[in-house]
């Protein structure tokens, strides 16, 4: 493989880092919306960093040491010595010590007396982010899920949740022990032992984003509200996020005037966050994100809590790449939005100013475009409903 050169590169100043995208799947090119999402996005992160995206890692290449590596999931500790992943400064994305922690498994403890749970699983951390996320369990055998189903099934229907899907995908409505026992039986023993998610099922819901950014000397803090749209095959899926970015820490976020709500989700985001980073060592991440909903059970009563994480690449990536641009060409800025859209079907018009990373058709997805915008500079404590 022949790498481009160095941009920007002299004898004067450091080489600039290698810039390259890994996969932890299969070796085979993937084809679709999300693959060629997935490279357009690294290749504006390699634009950022000042150089240029140098193709796809391989271990048969011999790298210089300084490399930057956008994964397309969570690497595991194993995974980040192997490739000399050593700090934040090293992805765009996260580091975990066992694959579980980057699911959603870790957003629920275990229900009582369980009999099963994975080799590294801390019961510390479940007791204190017990407060943080929606009522829910993890569990990693048929008997440890009927137990926990059998709990919240008492107070109405319920979510049995696979640990990978996204973009509420790869879950199931029950309402009844025998629905249940169906999507057991429908899941299989193998699935069962990887864990799945059984959650309270809300109505009425709200998902909010909180999350942070960091990229070389840039460091980045937003929060954002998420948008559906109908796809395709007429199923309400992801359709976006907007953003309000500040410069800074999770502090400087704090700072802004901002409603209750908003407030309350990214407290429960940080305070998750926080806990992850003392009780699972070895874990870091540049880029992290945090999905909280709000919504009412069957007997109206209203919960607020972390559903999931995100420490790689994700739906909301378009957005954090616009706001660091506006930071990194507008050196006084504080506070910007910037939002992400994915419309389904033709004719889509396009904002002014919007950033294409993906438009086509897909073979499971069909038409889908995807843009986001990177919005401006906005006053010092400027709401997201700002018009």
């Not at 004898?11 to 799947?25: C, N």
């Not at 975990?96 to 019961?123: E, Q, Y």
Request: aromatic share 8%; glycine share 10%.
């Amino acid at each position: 493989m022949t790498l481009p050169p160095f941009v920007g590169a002299s004898s004067a100043a450091p080489a600039l880092p290698v810039v390259l995208l890994y996969r932890k799947g299969p070796k085979v090119a993937p084809r679709g919306h999300e693959a060629d999402t997935l490279r357009e996005l690294a290749r504006q992160i390699a634009e950022l960093k000042g150089t240029q995206l140098a193709g796809e890692f391989d271990e048969a290449c011999a790298y210089p040491a300084h490399r930057y590596l956008i994964p397309d999931d969570t690497l595991t500790l194993a995974d980040a010595r192997k490739l000399g992943v050593r700090s934040v400064r090293d992805l765009y994305g996260g580091v975990v010590p066992f694959p579980f922690v980057a699911t959603k498994l870790i957003a629920h403890g275990l229900p009582d007396d369980a009999k099963v749970s994975p080799p590294g699983w801390s019961h510390a951390f479940s007791s204190r982010t017990a407060s943080l996320v929606l009522p829910g369990y993890s569990a990693f055998s048929r008997d440890d899920a009927r137990n926990a189903a059998r709990i919240l099934l008492e107070g109405g229907r319920v979510r049995v949740k696979r640990p990978y899907g996204i973009g509420g995908a790869g879950q199931t409505l029950v309402a009844n022990r025998d629905q249940l026992e169906a999507e057991l039986d429908a899941l299989g023993d193998e699935a069962l032992r990887e864990g799945i998610v059984i959650e309270r099922h809300l109505d009425a819901i709200e998902t909010f984003s909180a999350g942070q950014i960091e990229i070389d000397d840039m460091i980045a803090s937003y929060y954002g509200v998420q948008h559906l749209t109908v796809n395709n095959h007429g199923h309400r899926v992801y359709g976006g996020t907007d953003l309000a970015v500040v410069r800074g820490g999770f502090n400087a976020l704090v700072r802004l005037e901002l409603p209750e709500n908003i407030r309350e989700a990214i407290a429960k985001a940080r305070a998750f966050d926080a806990t992850v980073h003392s009780d699972y060592a070895g874990f870091f991440a540049s880029r992290r994100n945090y999905d909280v909903a709000r919504g009412f059970d069957e007997a109206g009563v209203l919960h607020c809590g972390v559903l999931e994480q995100s420490w790689r690449v994700g739906g909301a990536t378009g957005a954090e790449i616009g706001a660091l641009r506006t930071f990194r060409a507008e050196p006084h800025a504080h506070l910007v939005y910037a939002s992400t859209r994915e419309i389904y079907g033709k004719n889509v018009r396009l904002p002014a100013g919007a950033c294409v990373v993906y438009s086509g058709v897909d073979a499971h997805a069909g038409q889908i475009t995807k843009y986001y915008t990177p919005g401006g500079e906005r006053r010092k404590g400027a709401s997201i409903d700002d018009s």
